[in-house]
């Protein structure tokens, strides 16, 4: 999965500090990241639909209990992806399915550049100073591995197409 571009250690290693000062509150810089998310593309508020409601408003959606689980979820896998740094291959059938439930629910391939916008923008909010340039480099390289993974989920339509 890391073909191309591996990771080096020095990279795998401000991976992990920098996610250990994250990771202690999911939701809440989870929140960060989908509040930049919906910031910088409204038009992705309508592919967040529980129980058939549609949310009014990104406030309204970030708020709702179904949402908070969505961000947990979210959090989770980037979770994974750190604690797999020396073996991301491990995950790749897992996020090529992660990828095909997204492109199941009408999430376009463009809209991770939006989410990794938003993911560094949270890295940066909430490391503040921590946030370097080696930093967002290295997970800049580790995002687009993972987006790689997905995106052969995407590709490999059912029908056989």
Request: charged share 25%; hydrophobic share 40%; aromatic share 8%.
């Amino acid at each position: 999965m890391e073909s191309g571009m591996p990771l080096t250690g020095g990279q795998r290693a401000l991976i992990r500090e920098s996610w250990r000062r994250v990771s202690g509150s999911p939701e809440q810089h989870g929140l960060v990241l989908f509040t930049r998310l919906f910031d910088l593309d409204p038009d992705l508020l309508p592919l967040f639909q529980y129980n058939c409601k549609q949310f009014a408003s990104p406030q309204e959606c970030l708020s709702a209990p179904e949402f908070l689980d969505h961000i947990r979820k979210v959090m989770l896998v980037i979770d994974a992806a750190v604690s797999h740094l020396e073996n991301l291959s491990c995950l790749e059938e897992y996020l090529c399915n992660l990828g095909k439930k997204h492109q199941a629910v009408g999430v376009k391939i463009e809209s991770f550049s939006t989410v990794g916008e938003s993911l560094l923008y949270m890295l940066e909010k909430c490391l503040g100073t921590a946030f370097s340039p080696e930093v967002q480099e290295a997970w800049s390289k580790l995002y687009t591995a993972v987006v790689k993974a997905m995106r052969r989920g995407w590709d490999t339509l059912p029908e056989g197409d």
